[in-house]
């Protein structure tokens, strides 16, 4: 019959024991040896977390370029049918009047053709014309850098400033100079750069502009785009009307943006624009796209996990295996199998915990701020590396009990052998 008091202090007596034996391995145990299985098991935690996290971060570098250079925490676009946001001034005037915004950025947006180096082509008829087509995008550029700061990507050049009327930014993507990746029907214009003199056409309306600023992004809303001040587009394009075509909202840290869209639909100005949050304006390529990164991430620390295992499976095996003798010992003088089976899962779980430490240490103090200050650079994002605490803790748990079961199955076929067999090395 069980007797819970005769259990407790049965473990009472098993638990110190165990330690004791557990704290005698060490000590016993090569430095070597035992500096090559904390490595092994702080190889496998970076594998684990890191290489899921910069496969995740490659696609979450994209959400948050998108979200911060871009269409701000809540993007306002104009419904589908439409040539612009309806009452966009009764928007934005709502908008202000919200508590948890911190700027916004109304932008016109109209198709047109940027032409380069036509002057060199009058005395040259065959030459064909440098031309790109693109965005225009008609800004407030106080409100825009406030917003996204889009100052902070100016790559040469300057920034605008609200009496520029002619003069415009352009996308670093449309000048062959800086762009490094071909797709198929992407156009550029060569030799272009601060100062140069580009001939536009919109709505059959052309004028000469001065280029004053070069603007690299990776998101193509803005890498792709020409940037004017808003009141010179809406001259070309003869608008006599304030209805804009892009609303930018950037949030006070903190709140929610699912709110303040629900705040806006819900005084109705969800008839006249569509109202979404910055990750539902990307759709769900993306989102799929870092959730199979993350199961591949996953896959791949998972055989890390395994081989981590094995190592420590044949490490406590043959360390059992060279102490046999001292095991029948141990259960000659009285010691429990128990107590001999719990010493080498402390054993295993000592390099476990010990090799977790050190590679959380190198994962939160050196690489992930190295990298938040370096992103990775790849072609269409600069990565980050995505490791949260709750992640990180249920993948150190898994690593722990992968450890436990490999640490206690050989110990376990050793100890179950007959002691005095043990003992005469049988």
Known sequence: MFNPA????????TVPVAFFLAVRYVRRTSLWTTSLIVFVMTLTFLNLVMVSGILVGLIQGSYDAFKYQYSGDVFISKLVGKNYIERSTEIIETIKTLPG??????RYIEGGRIEANYLTRVNDVTQAADTVGSEFTGIDPEAEDKTTGLSAKIIAGEYLNKTDS???LIGSQL????????????????NVVPGSKVRVSINGTVKEFTVKGVVKSKVNNVGLRVFFVDS???KLLGRTDYNVDEIAVKLKPGVDSTQITATLKASGLG???????????QGTFLEQIKTTFGMLGNVIGSISLVVASITVFIVIFITAITRRKFIGILKGIGISGSAIELSYILLSLFYAIIGISIGAFILYVVVRPFIDVHPIDFPFSDGILVAEYGSTAFRSLLILIATI?????????????NTLDAILGR
């Open 271 to 281: 008839e006249y624009a569509l109202i979404r949050t910055s990750e539902e304006s």
């Open 101 to 106: 915004v911190s700027g916004y950025a109304a």
């Open 166 to 168: 002619n003069s415009i």
């Open 405 to 417: 079961i490999a640490g206690y199955i050989p110990a376990r076929i050793i100890v179950k052998k």
């Open 6 to 13: 005769t259990y407790i202090s049965s473990f009472l007596i």
């Open 175 to 190: 000048l062959e100079q800086y762009s490094t990746v071909s797709f198929a029907g992407l156009d550029t214009i060569s």
């Open 232 to 234: 010179e587009l809406r």
